[in-house]
């Protein structure tokens, strides 16, 4: 068959053959793998939306969330608690599920940032070997940025309207 040609089936032999090629679909995917261990359960949407992102990529189907749409969606609420998927299963599309558990669970919490910023700021080396203490306050610096993603600004304008809130950002 010619690459390109089309099987019975609908969808090319070369498809099928090339792992590499996104819309190769291997045998072990299918609607009930969870990619990530961990359902989500409302809280801690950010890590969780990090790893199905990263499993999704692993798999190479990142461009899945456009295309192959009930597979995707399979995915996400298959990863995602029973209480949150029945609210959400009857949303048309993967891209409009993931656009909904974004608006509804991605909310900047004031009292999470103010927790994470005081361990920041109540971690010491004390008896900690310099790797476990780095490695604390790393994880806390990247759970305390990846919080406040959202009020990263991108302006443009001259009024300093941006630098004010970098600096109110830094007083924090």
């Known amino acids: 068959m010619v690459v390109g040609e089309s099987s019975s089936e609908g969808v090319s032999n070369t498809t099928n053959r090339d792992i590499n090629n996104a819309l190769y679909v291997h045998p072990s995917d299918n609607p009930g793998v969870m990619l990530v261990t961990t359902q989500f359960d409302g809280a801690g949407y950010r890590s969780w939306r990090r790893g199905v992102i990263r499993a999704l990529s692993v798999k ?4 899945f969330i456009d295309r192959c749409d009930d597979m995707v969606s399979s995915w996400i609420l298959n990863s995602s608690s029973k209480e949150i998927s029945d609210c959400v299963k009857y949303i048309s599309n993967s891209v409009e599920l993931w656009k909904e558990l974004e608006d509804r669970y991605d909310q900047i919490n004031g009292a999470k940032s103010y927790l994470i910023q005081k361990e920041i700021n109540d971690l010491t080396q004390g008896v900690l070997d310099i790797i476990v203490y ?4 790393k994880k806390l610096w990247e759970e305390f940025n990846t919080l406040n993603l959202k009020t990263q600004y991108r302006c443009v304008c001259g009024c300093g309207a941006k630098d004010s809130v970098q600096k109110a950002k ?3």
């Not at 780095?134 to 306050?137: F, G, I, L, P, T």
């Open 60 to 63: 190479n189907k990142l461009g």
């Open 134 to 137: 780095y490695k604390r306050m």
């Open 170 to 172: 830094q007083d924090i």
